[in-house]
């Protein structure tokens, strides 16, 4: 797994790869939270997620609370067919804003 942090207008895009399980997710935690307690909102590209499971989630979704505290914007985007799968069984997908492209997501947090 890799976590690579950029920063475009203003936004940090955090861009995850590889597998988010019960092994890697603590590192995307303290990435995302990283960056929101830093005071910037958040796009999480998971273009090269093959896969995530319910730590991975929790993950997301801790980030995304903390973000929502904060007056912060927190989006997903380019999630892939099995990590939209797994959103979707949880109803996640109702809850958070997901966008097509990074830019998109940017766009409307910038």
Request: charged share 20%.
């Amino acid at each position: 797994m890799d976590i690579n942090i950029a920063e475009h207008g203003g936004v940090k895009v955090v861009a995850v790869a590889g597998e988010v399980d019960l092994s890697t997710s603590p590192q995307v935690r303290d990435a995302l939270l990283g960056c929101i307690l830093g005071g910037t909102s958040v796009v999480v590209d998971l273009s090269l997620v093959a896969y995530i499971d319910s730590s991975g989630v929790a993950s997301l979704v801790e980030a995304f609370q903390n973000a929502k505290t904060r007056g912060l914007g927190f989006a997903l985007a380019n999630v892939g067919e099995t990590p939209l799968r797994v959103l979707k069984l949880a109803r996640l997908d109702q809850v958070f804003v997901i966008h097509d492209a990074v830019d998109d997501a940017v766009g409307a947090l910038g």
